[in-house]
């Protein structure tokens, strides 16, 4: 079983910065994929950013440029660094990790201000 604690969420205006970090423990196999989605009021989850397998990353179209995932193997944290933010990136960014059967965090939440 593979717990996943995520922290850093808050309100910052547009423009600004956040970093989320996301801590795995637990897992008896390998984290094969790591990362992060999101989930905005009244709309699907979507993926963000995530590592699919090494060192090898994937982004959404809309947060490339602007966001920048990175890892601490010696710590399994996995980190969000989150630039010039937009009130469009506010929702629930959830971490999520992939071994033989998916795991989800508790969710933080991101709120941007205009």
């Known amino acids: 079983q593979v717990q996943l604690v995520e922290s850093g969420g808050g309100l910052v205006q547009a423009g600004g910065s956040l970093r989320l970090s996301c801590a795995a423990s637990?897992?008896?196999?390998?984290?094969?994929?790591m990362g992060w989605f999101r989930q905005a009021p009244g709309k699907q989850r979507e993926l963000v950013a995530q590592?699919?397998?090494?060192?090898?990353?994937a982004y959404a179209d809309s947060v490339k440029g602007r966001f920048t995932i990175s890892r601490d193997n010696a710590k399994n944290t996995v980190y969000l660094q989150m630039n010039s933010l937009k009130p469009e990136d506010t929702g629930v960014y959830y971490c999520?990790?992939?071994?033989?059967?998916?795991?989800w965090g508790q969710g933080t939440q991101v709120t941007v201000s205009s």
């Open positions: 590592f699919t397998s090494g060192t090898n990353t």
């Open positions: 999520h990790a992939v071994t033989v059967r998916e795991y």
């Open positions: 637990g897992s008896k196999f390998s984290i094969n994929v």
